[in-house]
């Protein structure tokens, strides 16, 4: 996972934004938090907001005085600001510093994400300790983020870089792909189904079949779609069958 990055949060202003930032941290694999003077912490205000996974981090946070001091023994900082120009020349997007922080190939040095405070961001004298520059793209008529969202963005396009074998699996595996004969089963069971409704033309069926056919060609369908055409397929024609023979 992002064992080799660390977090560095800045004097940051609101506990509650510690306890999101913490809880994006162990979402993303982040298992390293570190706090440059915070201002008036209450871990009782950032708890709830960090689940109890992120709150154990916030417990395990290096905390230091200087922003020098804890970013002595990194290899790569990456400070992420949201003010660009002038001197700051050379600014990484999120994806291109995941790049450079998940190269494995390289020994996978050590790597800090400094995100300066809430409200003013960080100060040029504290961009100038950083190695890299990020700053996230967002729409023109609104650029400021949520410090958590911030970090949450640049975390999981590293998290991207992940191979999938490590990370949670979300959607099983798709069924196997319909055979030719499984189509031409379904088809033919479609055509019976439409007959039994007279939605299909009784002296020239296969001819108004064939734009159905077409349509489902252009899927390839899964055998659980397969599965799932054909019991439709089996209600109509017994529904068909029960009203036919009315009441008893």
């Keep these: 996972m992002l064992t080799h990055v660390s977090v560095v949060l ?24 570190v706090l ?35 970013l002595k023994d990194f290899h790569r900082v990456y400070a992420t600001t949201a003010r660009v120009g002038k001197w700051r020349k050379g600014i990484l997007n999120p994806w291109e510093a995941a790049q450079s922080i ?34 996230i793209p967002t729409s023109k008529e609104a650029w ?49 189904a439409l007959l039994t409704i007279d939605f299909l033309d009784q002296d020239n069926p296969d001819y108004f079949m064939m734009p159905l056919k077409r349509l489902l060609s252009k899927k390839d369908l899964r055998h659980h779609e397969f599965n799932l055409l054909m019991g439709i397929c089996r209600q109509i024609k017994w529904m068909a069958h029960k009203n036919n023979q009315g009441p008893q």
């Excluded at 609101?14 to 979402?27: K, L, P």
């Design 10 to 33: 800045c004097r940051p202003k609101f506990s509650e934004n510690i306890g999101s930032v913490a809880r994006a941290c162990v979402n993303m694999g982040c298992s390293s938090l």
């Design 102 to 135: 998940m190269d494995v190939e390289k020994s996978t040095p050590s790597c800090a994400l400094v995100f300066g405070p809430e409200d003013k961001g960080l100060t040029n004298e504290e961009v100038e300790l950083c190695s890299h520059i990020i700053s």
């Design 36 to 70: 440059v003077s915070p201002r008036s912490f209450d871990l009782k205000k950032a708890a709830p907001l960090a689940t109890s996974k992120g709150k154990v981090l916030i417990e395990q946070a290096q905390v230091h005085d200087s922003l020098e001091t804890a």
């Design 144 to 192: 400021s983020l949520n410090l958590a969202q911030a970090v949450l963005i640049v975390l999981y396009e590293c998290f991207k870089l992940i191979p999938a074998s490590d990370c949670r699996q979300i959607k099983p595996g798709d069924s196997r792909l319909i055979t030719r004969q499984e189509s031409m089963i379904l088809n033919q069971n479609i055509r019976e």
